[in-house]
């Protein structure tokens, strides 16, 4: 698999036909009461949401993506004619708000967002809501996103988590009750990538000497990832050194404030590697496995895709000690530490050194391996049949342990 879906591709204005082939496949399965889970906002170019759904057909929930909101009212008139239950499965909440001129317009935008949910749901849709971040990356207005996410979970019938601390991380912005939490941990990316050339080839592809320490940050570039603290981390450790560490920097920049004078600082230092595009799913292996260590330098995070793809390839990591990471990161796969220590990403990426080792490789993949996309994606379709079918208020939070059900 090279990071994108295989075979069956829907696109933009077939929902209603790929629904109800969805539906009848459910059927044809033995499911006489099937679910209907529409998708929104969809992701094509990293594999989680097929990872998530791939097992939900055993389950009797099939997934559809919902390209354009506006189709919700004919997936309600699908739902009538075939009876299925139907579910709409929200993840990022960044464009709702994003690019609004001022607070008056973010919030007539919220308010517009807010009635289509109301609707929907007199309709009798239910909602589920993913919660990818606490708010979204670089938001211009947070109390309006938190004023956002706290009506999305107000009217949700399911909010999934990835962590069992996540309650906890985002009660300074909004509340979610515990008879709606269904936590489903981060499936692993074992197998969603190409993974098929040496470390010796990939150093070689990327001109990098082949006994120094190769420090990897991979993903969007983007303020919130601590791209000053990294730069600066960096040049002392590198200069303690006598240049025999490199850092190679990998992904799309975003057009924040900061960025820029990043990338300009990358290229003039001559032992950082600086690939400033969209990485191909067949080109990601590459910089993992040149790599000996991923730096996940971030102020802030609740979830991190790129921690699970980094052990998902045996690359041990640096990374702080916030949201759900230190539920996956223990000593032999990686090194933690505090955003707010001065010092503290210095001495964590110093401390890797004890992780340049065969034997932590192999630890990082075992850690991965704890997070079998099979079993995890079962688990919440489970998890959104039995809620669908329990009144919220009956219950209390589902957890899935990351090792088995």
């Known amino acids: 698999m090279n990071g994108t879906l295989r075979g069956r591709r829907p696109e933009p204005g077939r929902l209603v036909a790929d629904a109800a082939a969805a539906v009848r496949e459910l059927e044809g399965l033995g ?15 990293n594999p989680y949401q097929a990872l998530l ?12 993506p919902l390209f354009d909101l506006e189709e919700l009212d004919h997936l309600v008139a699908l739902r ?8 709409l499965h929200l ?8 690019g609004a001129a001022d607070p008056v317009d973010a919030r007539a935008r919220l308010d517009m967002f807010v009635a289509r949910l109301d609707r929907f749901v007199a309709a009798g849709g239910a909602i589920a809501w993913t919660v990818h971040n606490v708010l979204p990356h670089g938001a211009a207005m947070p109390a309006l996103e938190a004023a956002l996410q706290q009506a999305i979970v107000d009217r949700a019938t399911v909010v999934h988590v990835m962590s069992s601390n996540a309650a906890a991380e985002v009660a300074e912005w909004f509340t979610i009750p515990a008879d709606k939490l269904l936590h489903v941990p981060h499936p692993n990316y074992i197998g969603a990538y190409v ?3 040496s470390r010796e080839a990939a150093r070689w592809e990327l001109d990098l000497p082949v006994d120094d320490t190769v420090y990897a940050l991979l993903g969007a570039i983007k303020p919130y990832k601590g791209l000053d603290q990294l730069l600066g981390a960096f040049a002392e450790i590198s200069a303690r050194d006598g240049g025999r560490r490199r850092l190679v920097v990998a992904g799309m920049p975003s057009n924040e404030p900061g ?9 003039l230092d001559p032992f950082i590697s600086l690939y400033p595009r969209s990485i191909p799913g067949d080109d990601m292996q590459v910089f993992l496995r040149a790599a000996d260590i991923a730096v996940l330098p971030y102020l802030r995070s609740l979830n991190s895709g790129v921690l699970m793809l980094a052990l998902s390839f045996g690359v041990p990591v640096v990374a702080p000690r916030v949201g759900g990471i230190a539920e996956i990161v223990g000593p032999e796969v990686g090194r933690l530490y505090d955003p707010l220590e001065p010092n503290g990403l210095i001495a964590a990426m110093l401390a890797a050194d004890e992780l340049r080792t065969p034997q932590a490789r192999d630890a990082a993949r075992r850690a991965a391996e704890r997070y ?3 079993r995890l994606s079962s688990e919440f379709a489970r998890g959104i049949a039995d809620r669908l079918a329990t009144p919220v208020g009956s219950v209390g939070e589902t957890s899935v342990p990351a090792g088995g059900a």
């Open 31 to 45: 499911h006489r009461d099937p679910i209907l889970v529409a998708y929104h906002p969809i992701a094509r170019m």
């Open 53 to 64: 759904y791939a097992g939900a057909w055993r389950q009797g929930v099939a997934s559809v």
């Open 80 to 87: 009538d004619a075939t009876g299925a239950r139907l579910v």
């Open 91 to 98: 993840h990022w909440t960044n464009r709702i708000l994003e």
């Open 195 to 197: 993974d098929s050339i």
């Open 259 to 267: 960025v820029d004078d990043f990338l300009e600082r990358c290229e």
């Open 372 to 374: 079998d996309p099979a």
